[in-house]
C-alpha cells in the first residue's frame, strides 16, 4: 500500500514536469523504480531542454567554486613556501644554482657555461646564479636564439632583451629553423623561441662541473 502511494506520488510529480533527480529527492526512491514507474510520461523536448540548462549552469557554479578554492589554496601555498624559502643564503643560492645546472645545463663546452630554455624565468635565475653566485659580470654574458622562420627577428630579441636586462649588442646572430611556430603543438611553450645563455669561463665551468660530480658521488653512496 505505502508503495502504490509513493508510486502515485511520483505521477503527481511527474505531472509537474519534475525530472527524476528531483522526484528522487522529495520521496527517497530509486532511479530505477521511478523509471519503471513513469516510462510512460516523458518529458517534453522543451522541459528537458529547460533542466539541462540549470543543470549546466550548476555544473559551471560547482566549477567556479572549485576553482576559487584551489586558487586560495594555492595562493595561501605559495605565501606559506616564499616565507620558508626567503631570504636565501649564498651557500643555498649556490646549491640551488647546481642542481639547475645539472638539469638544465651545458656539459659539452669545457670552457664555458650555458643553458637553453624557452622559459625566461630559467634563464633569468641562471643569471642571477652566475652575477651573484659565481661573481661573473653581467658584460661577459653572451645570448643566442634558436627561432623559427615565421617569428618576428627584432621583436624576439627585443622581448629577450628587456627580459632578462641583457643589452642587444650581446646577442648573437641568431638561428632560424626552417619549420613554423605555429605548426609546433605545445601549448605556447615556444612563443617567443628558445634562448642561450653562456659565459665563457674554463676554470668556473671546471668548477661547476667538480662540484656536480661531488653532489653525485654523494647520491651513488647507499643509504
Not at 510520461?41 to 567554486?65: C, F, H, V
Not at 647546481?98 to 645545463?105: A, I, K, Q, R, T
Request: proline residues 3%.
Amino acid at each position: 500500500m505505502a508503495r502504490f502511494s509513493e508510486r502515485e506520488k511520483a505521477l503527481i510529480l511527474r505531472k509537474k514536469e519534475m525530472s527524476y533527480s528531483q522526484i528522487k529527492e522529495i520521496l527517497g526512491v530509486s532511479k530505477s523504480t521511478l523509471s519503471s514507474w513513469l516510462r510512460n510520461y516523458p518529458l517534453s523536448k522543451e522541459r528537458i531542454d529547460a533542466l539541462r540548462g540549470k543543470n549546466e549552469k550548476r555544473i559551471e557554479k560547482y566549477r567556479e567554486t572549485m576553482r576559487t578554492k584551489r586558487e586560495s589554496r594555492l595562493h595561501d601555498f605559495y605565501q606559506e613556501q616564499k616565507r620558508n624559502i626567503f631570504p636565501i643564503s649564498k651557500r643555498e643560492l649556490f646549491i640551488a644554482g647546481l642542481f639547475l645546472y645539472w638539469g638544465e645545463g651545458s656539459k659539452s663546452h669545457e670552457a664555458e657555461l650555458a643553458i637553453s630554455n624557452t622559459d625566461p624565468s630559467i634563464i633569468n635565475f641562471f643569471i642571477i646564479w652566475l652575477t651573484k653566485s659565481l661573481m661573473v659580470p653581467r658584460e661577459n654574458l653572451k645570448a643566442s636564439l634558436h627561432l623559427y622562420k615565421d617569428m618576428d627577428v627584432k621583436k624576439e630579441t627585443d622581448f629577450w632583451s628587456e627580459t632578462l636586462n641583457i643589452p642587444v649588442e650581446q646577442f648573437a646572430k641568431p638561428y632560424i629553423k626552417e619549420s613554423l611556430v605555429k605548426g609546433i603543438n605545445h601549448k605556447g611553450g615556444f612563443g617567443h623561441g628558445t634562448c642561450t645563455l653562456r659565459t665563457g669561463n674554463a676554470r668556473l665551468s671546471e668548477k661547476v662541473l667538480m662540484a656536480i660530480k661531488a653532489i653525485s658521488d654523494e647520491g651513488k653512496k647507499r643509504p
